[in-house]
Structures are given as structure tokens and as C-alpha cells.
DNA sequence: GTGAAAGCGCTAACAG
DNA sequence: CTGTTAGCGCTTTCAC
């Protein structure tokens, strides 16, 4: 251990420069004079020394993943792992280290984020927000590294930025339950502060008002993304007595079929439901959802991919990617039934 | 941007080694000169440069978690994502970056390994591992970097590691069903090749032979710590009519619940069940499992703190830390029939 | 207390 | 094609 170049050059009776060269796969080296030092590198176990190259080359070959626990689903929402999967992917594919940054509460912000935007560390950064005014957003564009917010923000000028087509998604949903006939057709949102829920509860509207379908609030019911979430605004909303039910997440409706079935009705027979993700999850499976899917992990890469490019050839202008999603027919919206 | 400590040090009217000395708080400093380097540091935003300071410290002041998907149970089991969260969070009080390999398959286990074990890039390493056999292993140990094992490894010569002490946590459980006085005790395991899952079963076992209770094989049914699995393999055992189950995990127990329910069998009261984890998860919850917590936050910190101690003191002795166990009594092992 | 100077290990002109 | 040289930005002796 403790290797340099020089040791490898004085083996192999060449310069740094030499070596150096080989080592980056450069042309402009003899075949032997390259066959004979990258012996020695083997023979040696010689790896350039990561500090070094950072400080000479200006890159770090790191991206920052910085995750604010205001989006606190990070424990429960198995959507983080299916994104971190797909960011940790394109990273590997593209030779790039990821650093993770989970940022629970101010006092870890101050601490953190010298260590996000101190230049050398970090070529650039994901950050996974979309709740309404996160501090660390605006903290980070002013930090001036090249950034890509996974997710829509609030405040988009100049941001680069992946998302998903939430508003289409719903519309899709609830199209899909308006050609099955459905007449009222209820909703399960999450949070109204959060950019996601918007969208797709303006989906849900916009597909109702193409369908010259009455918009009622009361149909409406806020959840929280969580199982227990959904089954409580099933609650609230089951003496509404929805037909059919768009939840904007998968493990929300599964709480509110609970709910459904513990009113002593059925599902689909009795209402009819659609969710949101299609994350392949172990308590969910059983339940045969009729789903939008997100291309959750894509997304991840994508986001990568983006910054990558925002690093390499510059930030200007801004970057912005949607991208689609999936319908996936199964059991609970009882389209079988219809056949 | 691009500040350095030339700039800082010419705009103060000092030396670089008098900014650098201030910048790391250290003494023999003048209290007014000081303050001037202070004032102007504040005023420009100057971060020192992180690679140049690796370089000439020799420290990356980085560590790094490794995740191979041989544990592929990443995507499904929040036991990960509390594992980070506990690791993320000591990273960040000792002012540790954490960089973060997911390695899927061998494709990018070559990719990745030289980031992972170049010099300079990684003070040390989490691996968290525990497969039989896993070829990561033996070459992150003979890469010779400060290395963590979150989890008992199969060959523990001379490498530190931390686990949770599973044989007690096992018999704990076990114990707390013989002292309900139920006879046929069934165990819902993990996969054979897994060592937490052997050591949960020896203690199993243990606690059965000092109960001088006999171990019938017939009563230990292999399921893989999914939800499916813990179903499946309820399903296997219902045949030998246990009067209690130990499952090795929350979710297989909740997947075995479903069974025995389907079965129509209710649970305490035909069979009583105990868990392991008590994780909190949304689709558990509604279950009011009795089940063996385990402190997985906690675990990711001390790993974090072991692996600090190791950069920082050397690598012998290896260390060890075995941590206890929880027992937490709610209403499936029906404790609150008998009183 | 403070500054000058050396050097961490590497890359990238620039000569030859 | 190959070697020499000059830094990248910082920490750290060592003088003063």
C-alpha cells in the first residue's frame, strides 16, 4: 500500500508522465514500453490515488444524493430504495461515486451542508425534494454546483429538474375508471403541500371536467401516503358512497380497501379501485391493484444521467425531462367484471 | 467561487498557513487577527478545498457503505433503509461523508471495486453482508483497508464486525411462548444458508432442549423474509398443528398470520404467534405483533463509530460488539388471554 | 504568533 | 513517443 506513480515508473524504468498516460489509457505510448509498465501495475496492484487525480483534474468523479427528511417517508416509502437503486446504478455504469446525504433536521443541515457544497467534494447533486419551501433547496441553488431536483419543485426557473407526468398519470387513472362506467369517482390524495399531490389531484379534475363530470370536494379526501393514511380517508369518504376510487399511492389504497372491506363491502363489486407506483411490495401483491406505474428506478438513472450532463457541458440552459407512465390493469378496478 | 486560501490570505494581509490555522481552530493565533481572518472568510463564502485537503492529510474523511445484492433483499426490506438511516446519521455527527455502493451483480462488483478500494477516496468501509460465501468478503478484507462488518461474518478471524446477538434474542422469544405454557412451538425460518438465520434457530432449538422440549424438524418451516414466503411456509407447517409459532421475522409472521386466518384459525387464540424486528412498518401495524426488537439504528451508528475507532487507533485488535435485544409483548402470542 | 517553503500524488502542457 | 516541469490547494514543519 501506498503506491505512487513514481514507484511504479522507477520499476518500470520510464517517467511519471508514462505511467500517468497508461494508466488513462492515452495513445502516444509504444505497445511494449505499455505492455511493460501495466505489468508492473499488475504485479504491483498499483491504484492511482483518488485525492490526487480529484485535486489536479478538478473533479471529484462524486455526486451528492441529498435527501431532506421533511420528505420523511425516507423510512416507510419503499420508493426510496427503488431510487437510490436506479441513482446508485447509473453511478456505477458512469464510473461515479455516490455520496449520500440524509438530512433529518436543521441542526444536521448546518453541520451537512458545508460538506454539499465545498467545492472538490462534490461534481454536482440530486436532491430529492418537492415539499413546499425546503430550505435546502434554495440553499443549494444559491450554492451554485450543478443540481438536479428529482421531482418538480415549486420554484422551476433555471432549475434543472426530472419529474413524472403526475398530471397525465391521473388523468389516465381516472379515465380508465370513467370507461368503466363509474359514475362517482372519488379521490385519496396525499398532503396538499406537496407538489406531486397537486399534480395529480389536477389530473383527476382535469380528467372529470373531459368527462362533464361534477367535481365534488367532498369526494376529495386527504391521506398522507401511508397505509393508515388511506384507511382513514376511506373512512371519511365512504359515506360520500364512491363508486370507484383514484388513490395517489399503492399503499394508500390498500388501507383503503381495508377500510372498504371492513365496512362490510366489497371490492370491486362495490367500489372499484385504481392506486399509484406498482412498486413491487411484499404486503401489496396480494392484492391484485389496478395501478399507474412510475419508472421509478429510470428515474433514477435519468437523474444521474442529467447531471452528468449538467457537468460536463455546462448548466446552461436548464435541463427538464418528463416522463411517462404505465397503466396496469388487474382486479381492482373490476374491469374483469365488465368483460 | 474558486477561492482559495491565497485569496483569503492576501485579502486578510496574512500568511495561507495563518488562514489555514484558523480555519481549523487551531491555537496560536493572534485574538484580532483572528477575527479579521474570520470576517473575511464569512464575507467571500470560502470553503476549503476538499480534495486538496485529502491529499496532503491522507484522509478522505469519507467512508463507505457497501451493499451487495446478493442481500437482495434492499429493495424490500426497510431493515436497510433504518441500517442507512443509523449509519447516515453518525456520518454526519463525526462529520463523516458516506459514499454508498450498491453492487448488484459481478459486473459491477468489478466496476465498482477499484473506487472502492483506491487509496484516498475511503478512510474505511461498512460492508454489510452475512451471505455464505460472499466473494466480496475476502476481497475487501485483503484490500486491506479499515474494514466493518454489519452483521457476524462466517470467517471472523481478525476482522471487526457488530452484530446483534441473535441466539439470545431467539431464545428470548422462545421462551417467552414456553412461558405462556404452549407445547407445539413451530419456528418460520430464513433461508439455510443465511447465518442470522442460523443463529435465530439455534436459539430456537436451545431454548426448547433447556425446556426439555423435544425438537421435531417437521416443526421448522424454511421461509426467505418476505411476506409470500412467511405465507408459504405457514402454509407447510399448518399440517403439524403447532400451538405457537416463532417467525424470524415481522413480515413473515405477518404473511403466516394470513395463513393460519385462511385456514380459518384465528390467531392468538388457535395459534399464537412472535415476531423479530419491530421495524416500524406501516403494513405491520394494524397486526399488534409480540415480537424481539432489534435497535437497527442504533446497530448502523455503533458500526459507523467501530469503524471510526479503527481509521483513527489501527486495525488491531479487531473489534467486537454484540448488541441486545428487545422484547416486546403485544397481542399475538396472546400473553393477555392467560392473565 | 506568524510566514516561508516543502510536498501530498497526480495531470497536462511543453520540449525534445 | 517520452521525459521534464509546473502546478492543483492545502497542511505542516521549521525558522524567525
Redesign the pocket.
Known amino acids: 500500500m ?5 514507484d ?2 522507477r520499476q518500470a ?9 497508461v ?2 489509457g492515452q ?8 505492455k511493460r509498465v501495466q505489468k508492473v501495475i499488475q504485479a504491483t496492484g ?4 483518488a ?3 480529484m ?4 473533479r471529484s468523479w462524486t455526486i451528492g444524493l441529498v435527501i431532506p427528511r421533511t420528505v420523511n417517508y425516507f423510512f416507510r416509502d419503499p420508493f426510496f430504495n427503488y431510487l437510490t437503486e436506479g441513482i446508485a446504478q447509473a453511478c456505477n455504469q458512469n464510473n461515479y461515486t455516490l455520496a449520500f446525504f440524509l438530512i433529518g433536521n436543521k441542526e444536521d443541515e448546518e453541520k451537512t451542508f458545508p460538506r454539499v457544497s465545498r467545492r ?1 467534494l462534490l461534481d454536482g447533486i440530486i436532491l430529492q425534494s418537492g415539499q413546499l419551501g425546503d430550505p435546502l433547496f434554495d440553499r443549494l441553488v444559491a450554492s451554485n454546483i450543478p443540481l438536479v431536483i428529482a421531482g418538480r419543485p415549486f420554484h422551476a426557473e433555471g432549475v434543472s429538474y426530472i419529474d413524472v407526468d403526475n398530471v397525465s398519470a391521473a388523468v389516465m387513472a381516472v379515465n380508465h375508471l370513467i370507461g368503466l362506467g363509474y359514475q362517482r369517482i372519488g379521490a385519496i390524495s396525499g398532503p396538499f403541500n406537496n407538489i406531486v399531490t397537486q399534480d395529480r389531484r389536477d389530473g383527476y379534475i382535469k380528467a372529470l371536467v373531459n368527462a362533464n363530470m361534477p367535481i365534488e370536494e367532498a369526494l376529495i379526501s386527504e391521506g398522507d401516503y401511508t397505509e393508515q393514511g388511506g384507511y382513514h380517508a376511506m373512512q371519511r369518504l365512504l359515506p360520500q358512497k364512491p363508486r370507484a376510487v383514484f388513490a395517489f399511492s399503492d399503499v394508500m389504497a390498500v388501507g383503503a380497501i381495508r377500510a372498504v372491506r371492513d365496512a362490510g363491502l366489497r371490492v370491486p363489486e362495490d367500489v372499484a379501485f385504481i392506486g399509484f407506483d406498482d412498486l413491487p411490495m411484499d404486503s401489496i401483491q396480494s392484492y391484485q391493484l389496478t395501478t399507474i406505474r412510475q419508472p421509478v428506478i429510470q428515474f433514477g438513472m435519468k437523474a444521474v444521467e442529467m447531471l452528468i450532463d449538467l457537468v460536463q457541458n455546462g448548466e446552461k440552459p436548464a435541463r427538464r425531462l418528463i416522463m411517462g407512465t404505465e397503466l396496469i390493469i388487474r382486479s381492482t378496478c373490476g374491469a374483469s367484471l365488465k368483460k
Chains 1, 2 share one sequence.
Open positions: 501506498g503506491l505512487t506513480l513514481e511504479i515508473a524504468g520510464v517517467s511519471r508522465s508514462t505511467v500517468s498516460r494508466v488513462n495513445p502516444n505510448v509504444k505497445e511494449n514500453v505499455r498499483y491504484h492511482p490515488n485525492a490526487a487525480r485535486l489536479v483534474s478538478q472538490g
